[in-house]
T-cell receptor, first 118, second 112 residues
Framework: GAVVSQHPSWVICKSGTSVKIECRSL??????MFWYRQFPKQSLMLMAT?????????EQGVEKDKFLINHASLTLSTLTVTSAHPEDSSFYIC??????????????FGPGTRLTVL | GQQLNQSPQSMFIQEGEDVSMNCTSS?????WLWYKQDPGEGPVLLIA?????ELTSNGRLTAQFGITRKDSFLNISASIPSDVGIYFC????????????FGSGTQLTVLP
């Protein structure tokens, strides 16, 4: 099956620092990748849609200057949490959608990154 | 944003029992996906459904795409301890084919 990796799997940082999270599709190309945030015992909340070669599309209420997204290739998207604060502590999950010519849409998720900001 | 109505919210069952959960929507969906999420992990795709009426199995799991295209269910037969986790339904609606809509999840606990 399609595999999506994330790195790091967990990170602890000091308040005010920036953290970069990588999302890679290992065995398929993904023109579109997605970044989600998940709070305990809740469903996934879409933060932004990352399109290869163009600017990301952010959901309402998500600060684009705080959560920088770069989709530099068909297999890699990065999320940088800039000037992180304790309230940014969360579980961040990426997903990737294989290009299927428009039919049989699906999405595969990475294993997630646990961010803790002290 | 839009969210699917998923029920039940949680289930406690005995090992060996069958489980059923479902998702409904007020709008039409073109694709239904069922995921399982273990603690501290990302969701793992279990079953994908693409046609109204489609019934698909994956081992002890069976899922169906409702005829009205507004609902889907997932059944787990003969549950085992490793079935514990959160199950999410998700789908692509006809009005938003690029963005996945999620259900609120069903927390499954299997008692030995």
């Amino acid at each position: 099956g399609a595999v999506v990796s994330q790195h790091p799997s967990w990170v602890i940082c000091k308040s005010g620092t920036s953290v970069k999270i990588e999302c890679r599709s290992l065995d398929f190309q993904a023109t579109t990748m997605f970044w989600y945030r998940q709070f305990p015992k809740q469903s996934l909340m879409l933060m932004a849609t990352s399109n290869e070669g163009s600017k990301a599309t952010y959901e309402q209420g998500v600060e684009k200057d705080k959560f920088l997204i770069n989709h530099a290739s068909l297999t890699l998207s990065t999320l940088t949490v800039t000037s992180a604060h304790p309230e940014d502590s969360s579980f961040y999950i990426c997903s990737a959608r294989p290009w299927t010519g428009g039919s049989q849409n699906t999405q595969y998720f990475g294993p997630g990154t646990r961010l803790t900001v002290l | 944003g839009q969210q699917l109505n998923q029920s039940p919210q949680s289930m406690f069952i005995q090992e060996g029992e069958d489980v059923s959960m479902n998702c409904t929507s007020s709008s039409i969906f073109n694709t239904w996906l069922w995921y399982k999420q273990d603690p501290g992990e990302g969701p793992v795709l279990l079953i994908a459904l693409y046609k109204a009426g489609e019934l698909t199995s994956n081992g002890r799991l069976t899922a169906q795409f409702g005829i009205t295209r507004k609902d889907s269910f997932l059944n787990i037969s003969a549950s085992i301890p490793s079935d514990v986790g959160i199950y999410f339904c998700a789908g692509f609606s006809s009005g938003s084919a690029r963005q996945l809509t999620f259900g609120s999840g069903t927390q499954l606990t299997v008692l030995p």
